[in-house]
């Protein structure tokens, strides 16, 4: 049997993936205000931020080893084997949320959860290397990008529909078992990679590999031999640097978000879960777009002859520059639409950039040495981000979140720093002499 643009197939299951990663993460952000008003009804609530924090800070950490981790996994077992250990052991994890009542209890599941959840996106760096050339990888990682706006567009007003019907446990267990019933169509579609895939056409196979900077057919000589230096190699180049500190400085813009929306709306504006649910979701429609645009953005810019140095440069600097001020008004949006509105301002402009920052791995490296760049720069993305999560209940003490979004204007700067400084011209690197 053959399918025809199997490798859209192939990414579209990854970012199905990544809504399920995101649906699974979002269930205690949305759930917090119950269950810490069922567990801890004599605390504050920047008490209950406090503990909101750690717990949030647990999964950050261990997400950040996870992505290390996996980073290897990947580029040693390939995309098909190292999905099926992500995201089986992610789906237990969740389940088991349904079990935690206490500090201890969550930060345990919440840190098997984030080392799971964290292969998510170094397989997706893998996968994405695997079955585009580099002309498509910038869409290709927008689609898979997409996942996690769409996750968060979806999982904000289901959880909180479900809250009407189902305990907080249950809601742990349902959503697991989805993330299990997505390893099914996975294991059938992904049966070999593109070289030896049989359900792909001659033609896209071709297509496929002649994109890349190897080919590993027995028929075709390589058009170039790939650089896939060990990991001190890799580390000696500036450029992997910049990729490692642009992943650090806008990667906790992302969690900001992601952990505080529901907090912030409830501290902030003093919503319950239902209404969460009703405004919530709308800064992940920005996200969305903004996945798409990076990489249509991208996508055109290359088409039209520019390179890839010039394209990654100007999308990523275009989507900080759209933060930046974003970031700045929300110091005093108004009402909560407002709010959510700038919100997703911030969001379309992060994932503008981000999909561009993530595909730089795959721009200076060969296959083989793709996960594990993804990973380092994925780990110390996570530790930044437990940073500013572990400072959110400071900088926002009695519901004043300015500080806050200040922080997350100057990462935007850094962010463009260090792809103009440390990455001088985005071109697939060679061994030094």
Not at 36 to 55: H, T
């Amino acid at each position: 049997m053959k399918v025809k643009g199997l490798r859209w197939w192939v990414i579209a299951l990854i970012a199905l993936a990544t809504v399920i990663n995101y649906i699974d993460r979002q269930s205690l952000n949305v759930l917090w205000p119950d269950i810490s008003a069922e567990l801890y009804p004599d605390k504050s609530m920047d008490e209950r931020k406090a503990i909101y924090g750690w717990i949030s800070s647990v999964f950050l950490f261990s997400y950040a080893f996870g992505q290390l981790i996996f980073g290897k996994i990947f580029d040693k077992v390939g995309s098909r084997i190292g999905f099926v250990l992500s995201i089986g052991f992610w789906s237990i994890a969740t389940a088991l949320h349904a079990f935690a009542n206490s500090v201890m209890s969550f930060s345990i599941f919440r840190s098997i959860l984030g080392v799971s959840e964290a292969g998510n996106w170094p397989g997706a760096a893998k996968a994405n290397a695997e079955w585009f050339p580099s002309k498509e990888r910038a869409f290709a990682q927008g689609i898979f990008n997409s996942g996690a706006a769409i996750g968060g567009i979806v999982s904000i007003p289901v959880i909180a529909f479900l809250t009407i019907y189902l305990s907080w446990q249950m809601i742990f267990v349902v959503v697991g078992l989805i993330g299990l019933l997505w390893l099914i169509p996975w294991v059938i579609f992904m049966k070999a990679p593109p070289n030896k895939h049989p359900w792909l056409t001659e033609e896209e196979r071709a297509y496929i590999l002649s994109g890349q900077k190897k080919q590993e057919t027995k028929n075709v000589e390589p058009l170039e031999e790939e650089y896939n230096p060990s990991t001190g190699k890799m580390l000696s180049h500036k450029e992997s640097w910049g990729v490692i500190i642009a992943s650090a400085a806008i990667d906790p813009i992302w969690w900001l978000f992601v952990f505080w929306i529901p907090i912030y709306l409830n501290d902030v504006y003093g919503f319950n879960v239902q209404e969460i649910g009703i405004y919530g979701w709308v800064p992940y429609v920005g996200a969305m777009i903004g996945a798409f645009f990076g990489g249509l953005l991208a996508q055109n810019r290359i088409k039209a002859g520019w390179s890839i140095n010039k394209t990654r440069k100007m999308v990523i600097t275009l989507g900080c520059l759209i933060m930046l001020p974003a970031l700045l008004m929300l110091a005093n949006p108004g009402e909560p639409i407002n709010a959510v509105i700038i919100m997703a301002v911030v969001l379309f402009g992060f994932q503008t950039a981000i999909g561009n920052i993530q595909t730089l791995p795959s721009d200076l490296f060969g296959k083989n040495t793709v996960g594990t760049l993804s990973g380092f720069a994925g780990m110390s993305a996570k530790f930044a981000g437990v940073g500013l999560t572990m400072l959110v209940p400071f900088l926002t003490s009695g519901g004043n979140y300015t500080p806050a979004f200040i922080v997350g204007a100057a990462l935007a700067f850094i962010v463009m720093a260090s792809v103009w400084f440390l990455c001088p011209k985005i071109e697939p690197l060679k061994a030094k002499n």
